[in-house]
């Protein structure tokens, strides 16, 4: 998720916005909002078993405290973008830490299964508020080139140690009880208010939204996750799950009608009729599919199946996450000396190795050893995320940069949501040793299959 977010919208000012007395105001608010919203996609998974036991949850559940808060970040992405053009990216990124926060907060009392829920997807429209606008507000306050693209790399840096910390951080705090985890974003989200204060106001312009496409993409989003998690418990012929089915394709219709007819789409169709640009989103889609599902399942083995704690798990995780913070420089090094698409597939190849060697693991495989097994896959992250995105913002206009990122970036935290719902659908059905295999070997063809497809995009070059 750390580097994914360097696609988040950023729209061009006009005007640009006020240089604040100290800009270094905009980066540490940018930086603080990046980071809980960072931690947030990664820290809960390790307290899942403990959630399951003190909310009575079934794997169902689970998932849904996973996607909930996923699902609400990816619909409102590019709506975020649209809003901060609007009302202004400091406003907006307010409006978004206050949400967040206390949708955190309200995380942490959670009675009950529902409401945790209800909670995480209300964090997560405030995640998306926050994601594109902290990246705005480091574009208006340093108007030097030079100066800002130091700037970006703090900003990405930090939220890629957020990545990267999440499971060890969550294992810590859930040692001690899992709602901590949710109630550590108040202080945080505390100390990103008293340093926007400090932060001029950013620029506004008059721009219409999409009601219609950004309205239909949720009823898709969410009927089609309800499907998938629902129908692992109902069954995938049940009325309510067919039903659920169906509205998502209603819904994907409408959105589809939106942007081909709509005055103002908030996804232009004529971004996709590159090949390239068709192969950076899929290769997005697919890697988050297997990293997000990995973090997910590998989670909840750890405890269940070896018995380890929750500080345990998060040791386990430290080397595969440290990792996706590390290479991302040395991916960009690679990319610029071998070329995009050849690290892309690279990474592609290295990831479905991963995926393949955790399959095939036997069972009295020393825990030491699978986590170990886990690192190719946050290396095949690190070398794939980079170039994907170099390739899309190459691909498509200078104007349509923006845009194009952010559809990028929707595209990954779909992946990451669905690949969540898909595995744990797999191992409701088929028990859960068993659907691990398949959902790991099924993803590592995927994987495979985008790999070859890059021959479609060196066609139009690297």
């Not at 406003?91 to 907060?105: E, L, P």
């Not at 070398?383 to 595209?411: E, H, K, M, R, Y």
């Not at 659908?425 to 995927?446: C, D, E, H, K």
Request: overall charge positive; hydrophobic content about 55%; charged content about 10%.
């Amino acid at each position: 998720m750390s580097v994914a977010s360097l696609s988040a919208p950023i729209r061009d000012r006009r005007a640009a916005a006020p240089t604040p007395m100290n800009p270094r105001f905009a980066l540490w608010a940018a930086m603080l909002g990046f980071f809980v919203v960072a931690l947030d996609a990664q820290v809960v998974n390790v307290a899942l078993p403990d959630i399951r036991t003190d909310l009575s949850a079934n794997l169902s559940g689970l998932q849904w405290v996973v996607t909930g808060y996923t699902l609400m970040f990816t619909a409102l992405l590019l709506f975020a973008g649209t809003l901060a053009d609007r009302i202004g990216a400091r406003r907006t990124y307010g409006i978004g830490m206050g949400v967040f926060v206390v949708a955190s907060g309200l995380c942490g009392l959670a009675p009950s299964l529902g409401v945790l829920v209800a909670a995480r997807m209300l964090q997560g429209v405030g995640a998306a508020l926050v994601t594109p606008t902290s990246l705005a507000l480091i574009r208006s306050a340093y108007l030097d080139s030079t100066d800002r693209a130091k700037a970006i790399a703090l900003w990405a840096m930090g939220g890629a140690v957020a990545a990267a910390a999440g499971p060890l951080l969550g294992g810590a705090l859930t040692q001690v009880g899992w709602r901590l985890i949710f109630f550590l974003n108040v202080p945080a989200g505390a100390a990103a208010f008293a340093v926007l204060a400090r932060v001029r106001r950013s620029d506004r312009r008059a721009v219409p939204f999409d009601w219609t496409g950004q309205f239909s993409a949720i009823v898709a989003l969410a009927a089609l996750t309800f499907a998938v998690i629902e129908g692992g418990a109902s069954g995938y012929g049940s009325p309510i799950i067919l039903a659920a089915f169906g509205l998502a394709i209603a819904g994907a219709a409408v959105f589809l009608t939106a942007q081909v007819r709509g005055r103002h789409p908030i996804v232009p169709l004529s971004l996709l009729r590159s090949r390239r640009v068709g192969f950076a989103l899929t290769a997005g889609f697919v890697g988050m599919v297997g990293f997000y599902g990995v973090v997910f399942l590998q989670s909840l083995y750890f405890q269940t199946e070896r018995g380890q704690s929750p500080w345990q798990t998060g040791l386990l995780f430290l080397p595969m996450t440290a990792l996706v913070a590390i290479l991302n420089p040395v991916a960009v090094r690679t990319a610029v000396r071998f070329g995009r698409l050849p690290t892309i597939v690279g990474g592609l190849v290295t990831l479905a190795a991963g995926l393949t060697a955790l399959a095939a693991a036997p069972v009295d495989t020393p825990t030491a050893l699978v986590a170990a097994m886990m690192i190719p896959v946050g290396v095949g992250g690190s070398f794939t995320v980079p170039p994907i995105i170099a390739l899309l913002i190459d691909s498509v206009p200078a104007p349509q940069a923006g845009t194009a990122s952010g559809v990028l970036n929707t595209a990954r935290q779909l992946g990451g949501a669905l690949g969540v719902a898909v595995f744990g659908a797999i191992v409701g059905q088929a028990g859960f040793l068993p659907g691990l295999r398949i959902s790991l070997l099924a993803t590592a063809v995927l994987v495979l299959a985008t790999a070859a497809a890059a021959r479609l995009a060196r066609s139009h070059g690297q």
